[in-house]
C-alpha cells in the first residue's frame, strides 16, 4: 500500500539522479523562475497587497512545494484564482486575517492528506470547475480595468456591477499613455512566442515597457507610486488572534483549501499527461497544506500549484523536483538583487499581464461546449458562474458542490427508480426456470440515502409475493449508513410476513458494511451467497426444507 506520504523528491533521489538530467532541470527551474516573476508581482498586486508578497509567497512556497509534493513536476506559487479571495479577506478581516485564514486553509490540506481525500477531491464536477474558474477569470478582468485604462478613480467598488458602473461614469478620465502601455504589453505577452518559446513574452515586456516609461518619464501609475519602496529582506511576524474569533475565519479558509487542494491536484493531473507520470496525491495535499501554513507567517499570500508555470517547466525539460527548488532559488537572487528596480514597473502593465491571463483561464471554449450538453451539468455551470462574478466565490463553491450532489442524487434515484420498475414487471419472463415460490429482485447501482428508502419500499412489496426472496448485489458497489439501516428494515418487514431472504454477489466491501449492522445474523451466514447460481439452489433447498 503507498504511505499517505512519501515526497517525489526523494524517490528521485533514492533511484539516482543524473547529471544530464540535473542539466535539463537547471535550465527549466531558471525559465520558471522568469516566468513566474511578473506574474507574482501581478498577482499580489491585484490581491491588494505589496509585490514583495507575491514574490515571498513563489520562493517559500515554491520551494516547500517541490520538496514535500507528490507530483514530479509540480511549480507551486501564488496564483490568479485566489486573487478574488485574497482581496475580500483582506477586505473584511485585515492582514492578520488573511494570515490566520491562510494557515488555517494549511492545516485543512494537511488533514485532507492524512484522511486520503486526495482522490476524493478528484471528483469535483468539471462543470463546476469551469463555472468558478471562468467567473473568477471576469472577476479578475473587471478589477484591471482602472489600472488598464489609467482612470481616476479613488475607490473601486468591489461588487462586480457596481464596479462597471463607476468604470462607464469615469471613462472621461482614461490616460491614454496608461491604455496604451496595457494594449502594447497584452500583444507582446501574446505575440512574442512567435520570435522564440524560450523566454516568455510577459517578462520581455515588463522589461521593455518599464524601460521606456522611465526613459521618457511618461506618466503614469507605478508600483512606487502606489506602493512605495519594495522590501528586498523576509520578515517573520506572528498575527494577532483571539481564538474566540477562529469561527469568523473558518469560512474563508475552508475555501482557500478547497480552491487550493482542487487547483493543485488538477494540475498534477494535466503535468502527469503531459510526461506520461503519476502523482500522489495525499503527499500532494499535505505538502500544499504546509506551504500554506508556513508562507503567511513571512507575509506571503495563498498558494497552490500553478498550471502554467508546470506546463512551462515541463516544455522547458524539467522532469524532477529539482526544477522547482531551482525556479524558486531563481526568484529569491532575482529578489534579492534586482528587487529595488521593480518598483519602476507601471501598474497598467501589470493591468495587461493579468488581463492576459484572465483570457487565459476564462476556458471560454469548455464554457461553450459544456452549454451544448446535458441540463445537468448546464446547471451546476451556470450557477457557479454566477454566484463567482455576482456574489462571492465562497459561496459559489458551496453551493456548487451541494447543487452537484443534489442532482446527482437525482440523476442516481431516476436511475434506480427506472430499475425497480423493470425488475418489479418483468420477474417471471427473466427467470422463467425458477421454481414456484421464489422470487429475484435485483438491485444495481449504489445503495445510498438517495435511492434506499424507494428500494426498500418496493422490497417490501415484493417479498409478500415469494416465499423466498433472492436479493441480487452484483451491481451494487457500496453501500452507506442509510442504504444498510433501509434494507434492515425491509429484511425484517419481509421476514416477520414469513418469506426467507437469500442474497447473492455481495461484494466483500458490501458485505463488511452489512456484517457491522448484524445483517450477517439477521439473515443467517447460511443465505449470504457469491453468485447467483448457488443463491437459487439455497432458496430451493429452502422451499424443501420448509415443505413448499
Request: hydrophobic residues 50%; contains cysteine; aromatic residues 10%.
Amino acid at each position: 500500500m503507498e504511505p499517505i506520504f512519501k515526497p517525489k523528491l526523494f524517490t528521485v533521489i533514492k533511484k539516482g539522479y543524473l547529471k544530464e538530467q540535473f542539466t535539463k532541470d537547471l535550465f527549466a527551474g531558471i525559465i520558471v523562475g522568469i516566468v513566474a516573476l511578473p506574474l507574482a508581482i501581478a498577482f499580489a498586486v491585484a490581491s491588494g497587497v505589496s509585490p514583495d508578497k507575491g514574490l515571498v509567497t513563489a520562493v517559500i512556497a515554491g520551494l516547500i512545494i517541490s520538496v514535500l509534493g507528490g507530483s514530479r513536476i509540480q511549480i507551486g506559487g501564488p496564483t490568479g484564482a485566489f486573487i478574488i479571495i485574497v482581496y475580500g479577506i483582506i477586505e473584511q478581516y485585515g492582514t492578520d486575517g488573511l494570515i490566520i485564514a491562510t494557515v488555517m486553509a494549511g492545516l485543512m490540506l494537511i488533514a485532507f492528506g492524512l484522511l486520503k481525500l486526495g482522490t476524493l477531491l478528484k471528483f469535483i464536477p468539471y462543470p463546476l470547475v469551469v463555472g468558478f474558474t471562468s467567473g473568477i477569470a471576469l472577476v479578475i478582468f473587471s478589477t484591471q480595468i482602472k489600472d488598464a485604462l489609467g482612470l481616476s478613480i479613488e475607490k473601486v467598488p468591489s461588487e462586480f456591477i457596481q464596479k462597471w458602473g463607476v468604470y462607464f461614469g469615469s471613462l472621461d478620465t482614461i490616460n491614454p499613455a496608461a491604455l496604451i502601455i496595457a494594449v502594447v504589453t497584452i500583444l507582446i505577452s501574446v505575440y512574442f512566442k512567435k520570435i522564440t518559446t524560450k523566454i516568455p513574452g510577459s517578462f520581455v515586456a515588463i522589461i521593455l515597457v518599464t524601460l521606456v516609461v522611465n526613459i521618457f518619464s511618461i506618466p503614469v501609475t507605478t508600483i512606487e507610486s502606489f506602493f512605495g519602496e519594495i522590501p528586498q529582506n523576509f520578515n517573520f511576524s506572528v498575527p494577532e488572534f483571539d481564538f474566540s474569533k477562529i469561527g469568523y475565519y473558518f469560512v474563508p479558509a475552508l475555501t482557500i483549501a478547497l480552491l487550493g487542494g482542487i487547483e493543485s491536484l488538477l494540475s498534477a493531473v494535466v503535468s502527469d499527461g503531459m510526461i506520461g507520470s503519476n502523482h500522489r496525491s495525499n503527499t500532494e495535499l499535505i505538502a500544499q497544506g504546509v506551504a500554506n501554513v508556513v508562507t503567511p507567517f513571512f507575509g506571503g499570500i495563498p498558494a497552490t500549484g500553478a498550471i502554467a508555470r508546470t506546463a512551462t517547466n515541463v516544455k522547458s525539460g524539467g522532469r524532477t523536483p529539482v526544477a522547482g527548488i531551482i525556479h524558486a532559488i531563481t526568484l529569491l537572487l532575482i529578489m534579492l538583487f534586482f528587487g529595488k528596480w521593480a518598483k519602476l514597473i507601471p501598474m497598467s502593465c501589470l493591468a495587461g499581464i493579468l488581463i492576459v491571463v484572465s483570457y487565459n483561464m476564462s476556458e471560454w471554449r469548455n464554457f461553450v461546449s459544456i452549454t451544448k450538453g446535458s441540463n445537468f451539468d448546464k446547471i451546476v455551470l451556470l450557477t457557479t458562474f454566477f454566484l463567482t462574478v455576482l456574489v462571492d466565490l465562497t459561496v459559489a463553491i458551496e453551493v456548487g458542490v451541494v447543487l452537484s450532489a443534489l442532482l446527482f442524487m437525482k440523476r442516481m434515484a431516476e436511475i434506480n427508480s427506472n430499475v425497480h420498475h423493470e425488475v418489479d414487471t418483468d420477474i417471471v419472463e427473466k427467470y422463467p426456470d425458477l421454481p414456484k415460490g421464489i422470487g429475484v429482485f435485483e438491485i444495481s447501482g449504489p445503495l445510498f440515502f438517495a435511492s434506499a428508502k424507494e428500494y426498500s419500499a418496493v422490497l417490501k412489496s415484493m417479498g409478500v409475493r415469494s416465499k423466498v426472496l433472492i436479493i441480487r448485489m452484483r451491481h451494487v458497489p457500496f453501500i452507506d449508513t442509510t442504504g444498510t439501516n433501509n434494507l434492515k428494515d425491509a429484511i425484517a418487514d419481509i421476514q416477520s410476513s414469513g418469506t426467507k431472504v437469500v442474497l447473492s454477489g455481495v461484494r466483500n466491501n458490501v458485505k463488511e458494511d452489512l456484517e457491522k449492522y448484524q445483517l450477517d445474523k439477521l439473515i443467517g451466514e447460511p443465505n449470504i451467497l457469491h453468485t447467483f447460481d448457488l443463491a437459487v439452489k439455497r432458496a430451493t433447498e429452502i422451499l424443501i426444507a420448509e415443505g413448499y
